[in-house]
């Protein structure tokens, strides 16, 4: 075996420097461009609404569970005495909890019990924003985690 030079340090070291910045550089690209954005325009005007929004939510007394099956999502939403709630307007997207290119919003029906809607989820962690309102007009919004295994 030879003698190490300078050059061979060198360039060892510089190539070790180099895959660190370049990892940190792709690292960093990925933060950024998966990247939601911002979840409200003016956080000050958001931050006076949500007590108000959160208690009349509360009085409602509702229970929001997701269920995914055989490629349906099921989400029931009960009252406080257990029995389903009486909803208008009913809606949810699905989603990833990182990105938002896999967004959708499927159609939902009722079947008497529960909003159910075909849709196909791959294995892992989902989230479900779901918006709707009550018979008197109280609008009620939740975030729910779903995970899909298998």
Do not use: C
């Not at 990182?98 to 892992?124: C, I, K, M, N, W």
Request: glycine letters at 10%; aromatic letters at 10%; hydrophobic letters at 45%.
């Amino acid at each position: 075996m030879g003698e190490i030079t300078g050059k061979q340090v060198f360039a060892v070291t510089a190539s070790a420097f180099a895959v660190i910045i370049g990892v940190n550089l792709v690292m960093a690209y990925k933060a950024v461009s998966t990247f939601p954005g911002l979840e409200v325009k003016n956080s000050y005007v958001a931050s006076q609404e949500f007590d108000r929004k959160r208690k009349a939510q509360e009085a409602l007394g509702w229970t929001v569970a997701p269920s995914y099956e055989g490629g349906e999502l099921a989400i029931a939403v009960t009252g406080p005495e257990g029995r389903p709630a009486l909803v208008e307007g009913f809606a949810a997207m699905v989603g990833r909890t990182t990105e938002r290119q896999h967004d959708v919003s499927p159609e939902f029906t009722y079947d008497g019990s529960r909003f159910v809607a075909p849709l196909e989820l791959a294995r892992g962690r989902w989230e479900i924003r779901v918006t709707a309102q009550a018979v008197d007009g109280t609008p009620f919004e939740q975030r729910l985690i779903l995970t899909v295994k298998g």
